[in-house]
């Protein structure tokens, strides 16, 4: 017998956990520029940020390889998810008339190279064009960087984060972005010393939203949290109160995860997936919003959080 079968819950999971790592560690790349070239009209620090991604190549190479491991395993998962089998196709793996257990993970598996042929071919969700383009490309950088240590290409951190937000719409289309955000942001190693008083994954993810908002595209917003870009969003209590730590002022940031529904009664918020009901009255303390809290005597001001 076989033992020792990978499950497609695992290998997603990790996927993720990796596609996740690969976000945070680009945005911090872009955030460090910032926080030391403040930009304004007069100046956009072009030529510096360029002199720093050029220094950074090393990391945004590791970081590309990562992708593509995220790419294999999410592409793993599929196949699994119909016969954990499927992964020897193409592997001449060797079997014993004996009968003795076989442990799978000392099979080699499918290449990555054959993978988005066998998943096109045995699973029901296609890969389109564009993604199997860019799949080619990113591998073949990553066997560059794998096997002679560097690759000619320049990368720069916006144009690997886009692709990441290709990546998770090809992969994951069924999956709440910003949910998964949280998520793989209470798995990191700093993630470990998250103590809710200090620290939490609500709090890192609030704290880069304002990067986040700055990075998705119009298509990339809509395709990811179903609304326009220019949608009027309002503040998640809960979510709110999550990222609130002795560290960090949620109130003092522009995240806002909610949206009015159709009806104008409730608010669900992308973060925490959750609905909430709320009363439409101005707020008290003067701000032009006028979508107030249900909970509570007073009712908190989802604009303003007064
Ligand atoms: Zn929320
Ligand atoms: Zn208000």
Not at 36 to 55: H, V
Not at 74 to 90: F, G, M
Request: proline share 4%.
């Amino acid at each position: 017998m076989i033992i020792n079968l990978p499950t497609s819950e695992n290998m997603t999971k990790l996927a993720l956990r990796l596609h996740f790592g690969a976000w945070a560690a680009l945005t911090t790349m872009e955030f460090q520029f910032d926080q030391e070239f403040e930009s304004s009209e007069e100046n956009d620090w072009a030529s510096e940020r360029a002199e720093y991604y050029e220094y950074c190549q090393p990391e945004l190479q590791a970081i590309c390889t990562i992708i593509q491991q995220s790419n294999e395993l999410a592409l793993k998962a599929r196949l699994c998810q119909v016969s954990p089998y499927l992964l020897l196709l193409n592997s001449d793996a060797k079997f014993s008339t004996k009968g003795d257990d076989i442990d799978f993970t000392t099979f080699r598996t499918i290449d990555a190279v054959d993978l988005p042929a066998a998943i096109n071919s045995f699973c029901d969700d296609k890969l389109t064009d564009k993604f199997l383009q860019t799949y080619g490309q990113i591998r073949a950088y990553r066997n560059q960087i794998t096997h002679m240590g560097e690759t000619k290409k320049a990368f720069s951190p916006r144009e690997l984060l886009h692709h990441l937000v290709a990546q998770y719409r090809e992969l994951w289309p069924q999956r709440h972005w910003l949910q998964d955000r949280v998520e793989f942001a209470a798995q990191t190693t700093t993630a470990f010393f998250h103590d809710g008083r200090y620290a939490s994954a609500e709090s890192v993810v609030m704290e880069e939203w304002e990067h986040t908002f700055d990075v998705l595209t119009g298509t990339e917003f809509k395709a990811l949290f179903g609304k326009p870009k220019t949608t009027r969003r309002y503040y998640c209590l809960d979510c709110v109160e999550a990222a609130s730590t002795k560290a960090f002022h949620a109130p003092d940031t522009e995240c806002r995860t909610a949206f009015l529904l159709p009806g104008g009664t409730s608010l669900h918020c992308f973060m925490c997936g959750k609905d909430s009901n709320v009363v439409r009255e101005d707020c008290p303390a003067g701000c032009p919003g006028n979508v107030m809290s249900s909970a509570g005597e007073t009712g908190q001001c989802h604009t303003c959080l007064q």
